[in-house]
Structures are given as structure tokens and as C-alpha cells.
């Protein structure tokens, strides 16, 4: 009966109130779904078993930061390791620290310098490679700015370097690995853009490193429809500030997790999501920055990275002093 007296006081109400109180009613249930599966999927979801997708694991940037980190991660779930890294020092000593705490990780090294002899690597992995089950791939190494810059200003070396480690490298890695995984018809592809590209509108004085992080999104989504049905997961990872010596910043804090918390978390979303951002107040800070005026981030940003320019200005002709 009371159903009833309801519908009938709604059919009794002007079409407009009608019609306004509908979209209240559809926006509120569309936010609290949305809400729900955010604390589902950040908090409750269980992760993938990685080791389906194969036992070793390949990752370019290991010798630091957040590559580092994840193979310290992949070692304590299992997974054997082929470490990607220019430095053949740094590479051992981050090959010795894994075997130190996780003794039955399998580790193989390869010597690539990604800005560098690309080609030359890639026939190197190749061969190491070939024959190993390798199940998944992340693409950590990156380059960035030393300090934000206008365009105009940076110099021929470093626009040819962040383009041939973010965006060429990044490819050939992934022409590398994708075909053994096509053949063990499973794999999971991890490429590790930035917040720079999809969170923020615009990330301005670092122009060319947000444009590469925009094609690795891109390269991601198109390439996790053309294969999910192969088996092969792509994903594009997108943290915001992560503290490693990319970040220059050395000490962690809720928003700015240490490269191995994020890479815990990101652990956990390897195989979901086609873009996700793993360490949840990241998650929420995009939510946040959702919200506002595109121009008003836009400006907030510019005036950031000019403060950013202007230190870094400073510190360069101290250090030119000396
Ligand atoms: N940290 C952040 O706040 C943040 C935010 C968003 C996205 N990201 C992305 O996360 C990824 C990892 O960054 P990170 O913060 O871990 O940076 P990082 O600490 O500076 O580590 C970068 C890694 O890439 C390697 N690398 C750089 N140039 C290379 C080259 N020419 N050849 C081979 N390896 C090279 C470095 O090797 P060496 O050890 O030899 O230097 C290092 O292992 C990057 O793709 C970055 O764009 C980082």
C-alpha cells in the first residue's frame, strides 16, 4: 500500500520536479556504486596468481626506484628475474641484494643502455630470453628532466634520451618479450606511465616527458584490446609522486609512498585493470583533482614547476661556481 501512495505522489508531482528528482536519484546511485567499487577494488580485491602467467619475470629500470622495487616484490612471491639495467655494477649489486633475501630467485642480468646501443640490447635479451618462461614484463626505466624547464630550453641530448628510453625502448622491449608470450598464449605487460599525462590536464615545463607518458598510455590501451584475447594482459600502471631519485624527493609520506610500497601495491593490480593507479591515496588524489577546473590545475601546476625551475636554476650555478 505504501509503494502504492508513493508512486502515485510521484505521478502527481510537475514533470520537472519529476525529471529532477530521477537524475538526483541516478547520480546518487551512479556515486555510491562508484564508491563501493573503489573500496572493493583498492582494498578487498584479491590479486592475480603471477605465477600463472609464467616464472620469470623481466624488468627494464631494475637498478633503481620503482623497477627495483617491484623485483624485490616478484622475488618474494616466486618469480625468477631478468634484470634489465645500463650500470653493470648497480645491476650486480641489486642481483646480489635479491639473492640475499629471497635465495631460491633465479637471476639473469642484461646489459642495456636504453638511450644508447638499443639494438645491440635488444639482441642480447633476445638470447636471454629465449627458452625462459617468461611470464610477465614491466617497463619501469624512464627519463626525465633534471629540473622543469621550458621547451624552449631543453637541449637536443635529453629530448633525444627521454624519447628513445620512454618511448622507443618501451616499444622494442615489448616487440622482445610479446612474441614467447604469444606463444604460451599468457603474460601480463605492466608499462609504468605517469600521473603527468592522465591525471593532471597538463604538466607544464615538462612537456616532452608528459608527451612520452601519454603514448605509453596509449601504446597500452591499444595493445590490451588487440591481445587480451591471447591470453596477454597490458596494462599502464599511472603513480603520482613516488619518492626515488627521479622524484628527487628521499622521504616518503602518505601521498608519496617509497618505491617499495608502491610496488606492493602494485602487485596487487597487475592483470585487472587496463590503466590503474595502484597505491590508493594516489587513487584519491585523481578523484580530487577530477573534481576541479581544468584551467585552475593548469595554473597550480605552472606556478609549481616554475618554483621547481627556479631551485634547480639556483643549484645549477652553484654547482657551476664550484
Ligand atoms: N618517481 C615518481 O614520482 C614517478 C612518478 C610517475 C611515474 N614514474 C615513472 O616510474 C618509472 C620508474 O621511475 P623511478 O621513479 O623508479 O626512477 P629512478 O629511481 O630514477 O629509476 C629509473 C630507472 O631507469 C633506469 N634507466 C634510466 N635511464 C636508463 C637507460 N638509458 N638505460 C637503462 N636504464 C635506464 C635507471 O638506471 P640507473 O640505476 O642506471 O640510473 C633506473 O634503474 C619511470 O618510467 C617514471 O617515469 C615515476
Given amino acids: 500500500m505504501e509503494a502504492c501512495a508513493y508512486f502515485q505522489y510521484l505521478g502527481s508531482l510537475p514533470f520537472w520536479l519529476f525529471a529532477l528528482t530521477a537524475v538526483g536519484f541516478f547520480s546518487l546511485s551512479k556515486i555510491s556504486f562508484k564508491s563501493l567499487w573503489w573500496v572493493y577494488i583498492s582494498f578487498l580485491r584479491p590479486g592475480k596468481n603471477l605465477k600463472k602467467y609464467g616464472s620469470w619475470a623481466v624488468i627494464t629500470g631494475s637498478t633503481d626506484g620503482i623497477g627495483k622495487a617491484f623485483a624485490f616484490q616478484f622475488a618474494r612471491i616466486g618469480l625468477n628475474l631478468v634484470l634489465v639495467g645500463r650500470n653493470p655494477e648497480k645491476l650486480q649489486q641489486t642481483a646480489e641484494a635479491v639473492k640475499a633475501k629471497y635465495g631460491k630467485t633465479q637471476i639473469e642480468t642484461v646489459i642495456i643502455d636504453l638511450a644508447g646501443d638499443l639494438d645491440g640490447g635488444l639482441v642480447r635479451l633476445r638470447e636471454k630470453i629465449e627458452g625462459l618462461d617468461v611470464g610477465i614484463l614491466v617497463n619501469s626505466a624512464g627519463v626525465s628532466y633534471p629540473y622543469a624547464k621550458f621547451f624552449h630550453e631543453v637541449d637536443q641530448e635529453l629530448q633525444k634520451t627521454i624519447i628513445k628510453v620512454n618511448v622507443e625502448a618501451v616499444t622494442k622491449i615489448i616487440q622482445a618479450v610479446l612474441p614467447g608470450m604469444l606463444k604460451r598464449k599468457r603474460g601480463a605487460i605492466v608499462n609504468i606511465g605517469s600521473g603527468a599525462a592522465i591525471v593532471i590536464p597538463s604538466d607544464p615545463l615538462y612537456a616532452i616527458y608528459a608527451a612520452t607518458k601519454a603514448y605509453v598510455d596509449q ?32 622521504k616518503s609520506s602518505f601521498l608519496v609512498p617509497s618505491a617499495d610500497a608502491y610496488a606492493k601495491a602494485a602487485l596487487r593490480w597487475i592483470g585487472h585493470d587496463v590503466r590503474c593507479t595502484p597505491y590508493w591515496p594516489h587513487s584519491l588524489l585523481w578523484c580530487f583533482v577530477s573534481l576541479l577546473p581544468e584551467s585552475l590545475v593548469d595554473n597550480w601546476r605552472l606556478n609549481f614547476c616554475l618554483n621547481i625551475r627556479k631551485k634547480g636554476m639556483q643549484k645549477e650555478a652553484a654547482r657551476k661556481k664550484e
Fill in 219 to 250: 601504446l597500452s590501451r591499444c595493445l590490451y584490446v588487440e591481445y587480451q584475447k591471447s591470453g596477454i594482459d597490458v596494462q599502464c600502471q599511472v603513480p603520482l609522486y613516488v619518492a626515488t631519485k627521479m622524484a628527487s624527493i628521499r
